[in-house]
């Protein structure tokens, strides 16, 4: 019973940890610049945390990231400028859905090639290991086998 109880407040507290992320010092007073600073915070990485955004993440770099995003909608940029200064910043990395161009390729393809080189890497080792039919077969005895085997089984002649 108390296994349970320790499960069930360590799963709140990651929750309660993640949905509180952002602190309240770090709020705008204004509402929808708020807002728009959720927003974009939603969209943005963590590089500490990887596959984590900076609005639900603990990771001191996130809430500098969060910072830095209000101060650039409170100097009056855009959505749009706010991500361009962090990606000028930090590169396209830092943005959960990176653009698909020639230097984001091995980030959208390289999980999708490291699956076909592994199933292409099992199937060559497959294929190589195949027992061959002639192999298996048994090969015949020798006469002198054969007479010790049927000695050996009482079905010979008995010295």
């Not at 990651?14 to 709020?27: D, L, W």
């Not at 393809?109 to 039919?133: E, K, M, N």
């Not at 192999?135 to 002649?157: K, M, N, T, Y």
Request: charge should be neutral; charged fraction near 25%; aromatic fraction near 6%.
């Amino acid at each position: 019973m108390k296994g349970v109880a320790l499960a069930l407040l360590l799963i709140t507290a990651s929750i309660s940890g993640a949905a509180f992320a952002v602190e309240p010092g770090e709020m705008l007073s204004d509402p929808q610049q708020e807002a728009r600073a959720r927003e974009i915070s939603k969209s943005i990485r963590c590089v500490v945390c990887q596959n984590q955004d900076i609005d639900s993440s603990n990771a001191d770099l996130a809430r500098d990231l969060r910072i830095m995003i209000r101060e650039r909608i409170v100097a009056g940029d855009s959505n749009g400028e706010v991500r361009d200064f962090l990606v000028a910043r930090y590169g396209d990395y830092v943005l959960l859905r990176p653009p698909v161009k020639p230097s984001t390729y091995v980030l959208w393809f390289g999980p999708l090639v490291l699956l076909l080189l592994g199933g292409l890497s099992v199937w060559v080792y497959l294929r190589g290991h195949r027992p061959v039919a002639s192999a298996c077969a048994p090969l015949p005895l020798s006469d002198e086998e054969r007479r010790r085997v049927d000695q050996i089984l009482g079905r010979g002649e008995k010295d």
